[in-house]
């Protein structure tokens, strides 16, 4: 018989064969410490004996177990539900939503803000609203920000990463091609998106260059503050500690990251999000946000804004950047997310699992990820580690790079 299926086992078997597979690694909860339990496919997974430092977590300010946000998750789920039971166009639109909403858009500096159900429909779902002719792309931008492009089918023109004047001169370049082929400027829609803090390198986007690039050429900014939201002025992103809001066109973010929930958000004018409550399909066809998560995110939101949890992040980064560094790292990024880089794919791996067998976790990331010959360890301290956890941290840095050779 014909067979026109999938052959599942053997790109399995490819991924395994370029050491590419990845697994599944069950904890027992989300915050700076935990028992990790190895992959175990459909078993039941079984929890490590010793406990665990994370390093590796994009719940950047450690609210994820924080009372208060927790009581606003249980609080939600006992007096509006635990699901918001439709599309926010037909019954799913509650109060908690439009709390979030208009505490975003106050953080953000804009007329309001729209709560998606993650971050990548927020941002699949406002490209392929917005339907630009072009999109001007840093090279490395979130997987979401790539599939937004490619639904919307716009031409992509992606740009050297955090390069204002490579930005400038693809700018320059493809008005030249519009000019010669008789186009006016206004007969396309040009869209310059950019992460603010990029997840794999540490490093933040030259946002004012960026509009200023922008403003040139008449086109939007659309700026991706997933890594951001939460940490900056005011607990704000990067955008807010530029002073950029009446220059950035569309914020976007996420509310699974510092802000310890589940979701994704869209700031901007009104006339923004009144177009991507009609036309964002990712917002259209999907259940809205669950209204715990929306009042988790809205707890975690005013924490960062009016608590010390920021400060405490950042003297983290500082005392854990200083030290790797002091011990002879090399660690790149300007950011709270400490690219530790190796070089070789085997030698990330090998530091890797000599932290972990010191109770440290932080992943190797390894190509196709990052290009070959920039393997690294991605090192993410938390608000809520203690002193104590970032010289434990060094420590396992300290003894697994002598181990290994690497220092
Ligand atoms: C830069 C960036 N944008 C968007 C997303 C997607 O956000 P979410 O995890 O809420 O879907 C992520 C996170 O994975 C991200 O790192």
């Given at each position: 018989?014909?067979?026109?299926?999938?052959?599942?086992?053997?790109?399995?078997?490819?991924?395994?064969?370029?050491?590419?597979?990845?697994?599944?690694?069950?904890?027992?909860?989300?915050?700076?410490?935990?028992?990790?339990?190895?992959?175990?496919?459909?078993?039941?997974?079984?929890?490590?004996?010793?406990?665990?430092?994370?390093?590796?977590?994009?719940?950047?300010?450690?609210?994820?177990?924080?009372?208060?946000?927790?009581?606003?998750?249980?609080?939600?789920?006992?007096?509006?539900?635990?699901?918001?039971?439709?599309?926010?166009?037909?019954?799913?639109?509650?109060?908690?939503?439009?709390?979030?909403?208009?505490?975003?858009?106050?953080?953000?500096?804009?007329?309001?803000?729209?709560?998606?159900?993650?971050?990548?429909?927020?941002?699949?779902?406002?490209?392929?609203?917005?339907?630009?002719?072009?999109?001007?792309?840093?090279?490395?931008?979130?997987?979401?920000?790539?599939?937004?492009?490619?639904?919307?089918?716009?031409?992509?023109?992606?740009?050297?990463?955090?390069?204002?004047?490579?930005?400038?001169?693809?700018?320059?370049?493809?008005?030249?091609?519009?000019?010669?082929?008789?186009?006016?400027?206004?007969d396309e829609s040009w869209l310059i998106v950019t992460d603010s803090v990029f997840s794999m390198d540490g490093t933040v986007a030259p946002l004012r260059a960026i509009c200023d690039a922008a403003e040139e050429h008449g086109a939007w900014v659309m700026v991706d503050e997933a890594h951001a939201t939460g940490l900056y002025a005011n607990g704000g992103g990067v955008v807010q500690a530029e002073g950029l809001e009446e220059r950035v066109q569309i914020q976007m973010g996420t509310l699974s990251k510092a802000l310890a929930s589940q979701g994704g958000y869209v700031a901007g004018s009104d006339e923004l999000i009144e177009c991507l409550i009609n036309d964002a399909r990712a917002f259209v066809f999907s259940t809205g946000l669950a209204p715990p998560a929306a009042a988790a995110a809205s707890e975690a939101l005013h924490v960062a804004r009016h608590s010390d949890a920021r400060e405490k992040l950042w003297a983290n980064v500082t005392h854990l950047r200083d030290g790797l560094e002091s011990m002879g790292f090399e660690v790149w990024g300007d950011s709270q997310i400490l690219p530790v880089v190796v070089g070789d794919r085997m030698d990330a791996m090998t530091l890797a699992e000599g932290i972990c067998e010191r109770d440290v976790v932080a992943p190797a990331i390894r190509p196709p990820t990052v290009p070959e010959g920039t393997s690294r360890l991605r090192v993410a301290p938390m608000a809520t580690h203690d002193r104590d956890d970032v010289i434990d941290c060094l420590e396992a840095f300290r003894a697994a790079g002598e181990e290994t050779g690497l220092l």
């Amino acid at each position: 018989m014909a067979d026109r299926g999938f052959d599942l086992k053997a790109r399995i078997e490819t991924l395994e064969a370029n050491d590419l597979k990845r697994a599944l690694s069950p904890v027992d909860r989300v915050a700076e410490r935990g028992y990790f339990a190895e992959p175990s496919g459909s078993e039941l997974p079984v929890l490590e004996a010793a406990e665990a430092l994370v390093f590796a977590s994009n719940n950047y300010l450690g609210l994820t177990d924080d009372q208060r946000v927790q009581d606003a998750a249980r609080q939600a789920a006992a007096t509006v539900g635990t699901g918001a039971g439709a599309s926010r166009l037909v019954t799913g639109d509650t109060m908690v939503h439009r709390d979030l909403e208009r505490a975003l858009a106050e953080v953000k500096g804009t007329d309001r803000a729209l709560a998606f159900s993650s971050g990548y429909a927020a941002n699949v779902g406002t490209i392929t609203a917005l339907e630009p002719d072009v999109v001007f792309s840093d090279e490395l931008n979130h997987a979401s920000i790539i599939d937004g492009c490619r639904l919307a089918d716009a031409e992509t023109v992606v740009y050297d990463h955090c390069d204002a004047a490579s930005l400038r001169s693809n700018l320059e370049e493809r008005a030249d091609r519009a000019t010669q082929a008789g186009r006016e400027p206004a007969d396309e829609s040009w869209l310059i998106v950019t992460d603010s803090v990029f997840s794999m390198d540490g490093t933040v986007a030259p946002l004012r260059a960026i509009c200023d690039a922008a403003e040139e050429h008449g086109a939007w900014v659309m700026v991706d503050e997933a890594h951001a939201t939460g940490l900056y002025a005011n607990g704000g992103g990067v955008v807010q500690a530029e002073g950029l809001e009446e220059r950035v066109q569309i914020q976007m973010g996420t509310l699974s990251k510092a802000l310890a929930s589940q979701g994704g958000y869209v700031a901007g004018s009104d006339e923004l999000i009144e177009c991507l409550i009609n036309d964002a399909r990712a917002f259209v066809f999907s259940t809205g946000l669950a209204p715990p998560a929306a009042a988790a995110a809205s707890e975690a939101l005013h924490v960062a804004r009016h608590s010390d949890a920021r400060e405490k992040l950042w003297a983290n980064v500082t005392h854990l950047r200083d030290g790797l560094e002091s011990m002879g790292f090399e660690v790149w990024g300007d950011s709270q997310i400490l690219p530790v880089v190796v070089g070789d794919r085997m030698d990330a791996m090998t530091l890797a699992e000599g932290i972990c067998e010191r109770d440290v976790v932080a992943p190797a990331i390894r190509p196709p990820t990052v290009p070959e010959g920039t393997s690294r360890l991605r090192v993410a301290p938390m608000a809520t580690h203690d002193r104590d956890d970032v010289i434990d941290c060094l420590e396992a840095f300290r003894a697994a790079g002598e181990e290994t050779g690497l220092l």
